[in-house]
């Protein structure tokens, strides 16, 4: 009787750990998720800036301008789920290197110091970014292994745990850039 107990008792001290252990990975993803976002509104927060001080000095950008503006406002009305908002940021970063490129073709922009100060932050936006991404991708990854491994996996599906999707790179992004094609264009 006694030995029954001791096997129902640590049974049950496990079952707290494991679970315990899941719901701090799974609020560690939500954590990291939040640290992309909150860099996604810096990098929100700069456009406007920079569309400003690109506008005083082109005339021939002017669509891709509007769409930059376009894809900002869909991203900051709330009211979107994560996933919408990877994919309006995979549609402005495209956007974004488009016009980073064309501005090549600005001498006098690219001497200005509001300017250059603005792409120095974005730069800096962008790795930030990338890093906070990386760091999602970990914290998903430790996640799923939890509730996807032996003995996790026997009792995640009962705790109504389920996998999380990693951030991927769109296949337009892992090709290899040209810098013939960049800059003829």
């Known amino acids: 009787m006694i030995i029954a ?5 640590v049974i049950f001290l496990f079952g707290i750990f ?3 252990s899941l719901i701090g990975k799974k609020n560690q993803v939500t954590n990291a998720f939040s640290a992309i976002d909150v860099m996604l509104k810096k990098r929100f927060d ?8 690109v506008k005083q000095y082109t005339t021939y950008e002017q669509g891709t301008l509007t769409k930059i503006v376009e894809l900002r406002a869909k991203a900051t009305s709330g009211n979107i789920t994560p996933s919408e908002k990877a994919q309006l940021d995979s549609e402005l ?7 980073m490129v064309n501005i090549e073709n600005y001498p ?3 001497a200005n110091t509001n300017f250059i100060n603005l ?15 990386r ?18 996996s026997l009792f995640a599906g009962m705790l109504n745990f389920q996998p999380t999707p990693v951030l991927e790179t769109a296949a ?6 040209s810098a013939k094609d960049l800059f003829n264009n």
């Open 18 to 20: 494991f679970y315990n």
């Open 172 to 177: 337009e992004e892992r090709k290899n850039i």
């Open 108 to 110: 006098d922009l690219k």
């Open 135 to 152: 760091t999602y991708n970990a914290s998903v990854t430790d996640y799923n292994n939890a509730i996807m491994m032996f003995p996790g």
């Open 5 to 9: 107990l001791i096997i129902i008792g």
């Open 93 to 99: 970063s495209s956007s974004m290197k488009g016009l």
């Open 46 to 53: 700069l456009i406007p800036n920079l569309v400003e001080v």
């Open 119 to 133: 792409q120095t932050t974005w730069t800096e936006s962008e790795e930030q970014i990338a890093a906070a991404r």
